[in-house]
């Protein structure tokens, strides 16, 4: 049968949602926004390859984390406004496809279902968007919140009734449909907002229905729901660990993965990062993998003086293998002596790198242990990790 090849933009500024890394970098249950509506197309059995569209700073990593997606064939660069990205994309579309499945990546929760309803009637009839009836009344309001007017949300026409509807995506076309669209339609008229617009001039558009769960991530309040949606069911876990070191005169101290000045370090078979180590164990916990000890022997030469800041990156990779993404770990450090506050900001950066997550799902407090026990006597420092991950 003629291919299919879903076309997914993800090449917007996000300037609604307001995060200049673009919202469809947003994370949830620690995986980006654009790699859940990729998965979405790499799992459908109907969807034979992937193109997509991005922003030209996002080309280089992209390219490089699509290769965990074997139907993903092109990574491209979008344009200023959508349409232009779309056309971009399309010259990507390779001859054997004859059909494409255009698709906001900022729609997340696309379901196998709607895909699949939209692929279908768009083999029967060249062009399907999946649409939803209106709840509520439309009114056009001006600049100072005044009603001008309101939209019918009924329209009798040539004896029929027609009914006002929000569209979303995936829109499927056959592709010479759609790139003659594109060659016709003249863009002076106004940017179109979606690709239907362009064909529905001079090829019936057919509407099939559409996913009130398919929402697209717009606005900041919008990620909560998404969150909602696409995590539910999902399995959350979580992991407990502690490390302890005893002081050593002549070493470095090594603390959340940042030197820390101070006159005495810790002792250890590794750098003895004693932060480092208690959430590596609960990461490795909460995954139900053993600890850090199993992973990383510390009768191995291979891992004397290891620097801590790559074994939890070795640890994690491997927790990532198994599908987990991190929600946040949370820890508390023991010691009396030196005092750690100051440096808590550049430990919380330097592991949210390590972890490749926001600074704000890696909390760090520090406390003293009011001078009692080998903590008090400063014999050495302990530290408390919890971590949630979600699967
Ligand atoms: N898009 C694109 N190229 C553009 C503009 C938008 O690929 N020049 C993509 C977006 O990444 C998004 C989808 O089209 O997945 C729908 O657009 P929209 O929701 O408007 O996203 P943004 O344009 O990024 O957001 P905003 O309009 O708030 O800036
Ligand atoms: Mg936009």
Redesign the pocket.
Known sequence: MAGTCALI?????????GRTE???WSLVGGVPVLWWAVRAFQEHPEVDRIVL?VREQDLPRLREQAASFDKVIAVVR?????W??VRLGLEAVPAQDRWVLVH???RAAVSAELISRVLHTTRQTGAAIPALRIPDTVKWVNAAGVVQQTLPRHRHAGGETWQLMTVQTPQGFAVDILREAYERYDFREGAPTDDAMLVERFYPVNVVPGDPRNI?L?YPEDLARLEAILLKGVETRIGFGYDVHPFAEGRRLMLGGIEVPSPKGLAGHSDADVVLHAITDALLGAAGMDDIGTHFPNTDPAYRDADSAELLRLAWAQVRERGWGLVNVDVTVLAETPRLRPHVPAMRERIATVLQVDADRVNIKATTNERMGFIGREEGIACYAIATLRR
């Open positions: 933009l993800a090449a917007g500024k996000g300037e609604r949602f673009g919202k469809v569209v979008g344009g200023r406004e959508r232009e990205s906001d990546a900022a697209k717009t």
